[in-house]
């Protein structure tokens, strides 16, 4: 029996309580559309399983071996480039490698830190809901910003994190406060139903996926921020 309940929970992914209106709002029109037609009862049916889907929240296993960058999002990485960052992040006007991981709508958009560390400042700025792949994304669309102030080899050190809404993403949903401390691969947001987020480094930083290479959040490894050769990675 406790085998049975065991490979239960490890099927049953938990769902985030973010998705909680929605499903509920899915379950009313299931019914009220069965009601009047069997087969727009099925369709609703689909759409609010497809809803249940989106809004998984699974646990995951996180490296923690110093240095490394963990992704933040679930979604292939689209782009891998030098640039300026978003000057709402108050970081030093100086070149950056962005690696942006792009997350379509049958992706979880649960969103966790890529490092360890405090939140120094949040920043909303609201913008157009332009394809979240394109580059220009970064600067016309509705974002949401966080940098991360962390420690590597005894020196201070800011990462910028950024929530990019998409065309049909409505909503970034902030889980943390500025002043936060929290550990590699915790939650700190969600984008509802297709959008992007990317991640400001030092220019220098060992990049270790490639464009079109799926990432999942809180475990796939983007970066190294102390470079040198492949490393063994901890896990917990």
């Known amino acids: 029996m406790n085998d049975l309940l065991a490979t239960i929970r490890r099927v049953l992914v938990?769902?985030?309580?973010?998705?909680?209106?929605?499903?509920?709002?899915?379950?009313?029109?299931?019914?009220?559309?069965?009601?009047?037609?069997?087969?727009?009862?099925?369709?609703?049916?689909?759409?609010?399983?497809?809803?249940?889907?989106?809004?998984?929240?699974?646990?995951?296993?996180?490296?923690?071996?110093?240095?490394?960058?963990?992704?933040?999002?679930?979604?292939?990485?689209?782009?891998?480039?030098?640039?300026l960052p978003p000057p709402e992040l108050d970081l030093p006007p100086e070149p950056m490698t962005r690696i942006s991981v792009f997350m379509n709508v049958f992706d979880c958009h649960v969103n966790r830190v890529p490092v360890t560390g405090r939140i120094g400042q949040i920043h909303y700025t609201p913008g157009l809901f332009l394809n979240a792949e394109l580059d220009k994304a970064s600067e016309d669309n509705e974002r949401n910003g966080l940098v991360m102030e962390t420690m590597h080899r005894g020196e201070p050190l800011r990462i910028g994190v950024v929530q990019i809404a998409g065309l049909v993403a409505r909503r970034i949903v902030g889980f943390v406060s500025a002043g936060d401390t929290l550990n590699v691969g915790?939650?700190?947001?969600?984008?509802?139903?297709?959008?992007?987020?990317?991640?400001?480094?030092?220019?220098?930083?060992?990049?270790?996926?490639?464009?079109?290479?799926?990432?999942?959040?809180?475990?796939?490894?983007?970066?190294?921020?102390?470079?040198?050769?492949?490393?063994?990675?901890?896990?917990?």
């Open 14 to 83: 938990p769902i985030h309580k973010e998705g909680y209106p929605f499903i509920l709002i899915g379950i009313v029109l299931t019914v009220l559309a069965g009601y009047f037609s069997q087969f727009f009862g099925w369709i609703f049916l689909i759409l609010t399983l497809w809803v249940c889907y989106f809004f998984r929240d699974p646990e995951r296993v996180t490296p923690v071996t110093e240095g490394l960058v963990v992704s933040p999002a679930d979604g292939r990485v689209n782009l891998i480039s030098t640039v």
């Open 186 to 236: 915790e939650r700190f947001g969600l984008i509802r139903f297709g959008s992007r987020v990317d991640v400001y480094l030092p220019v220098g930083t060992r990049v270790l996926v490639g464009l079109g290479q799926k990432a999942v959040a809180g475990e796939t490894v983007l970066a190294d921020l102390s470079g040198g050769p492949e490393r063994q990675f901890r896990r917990i």
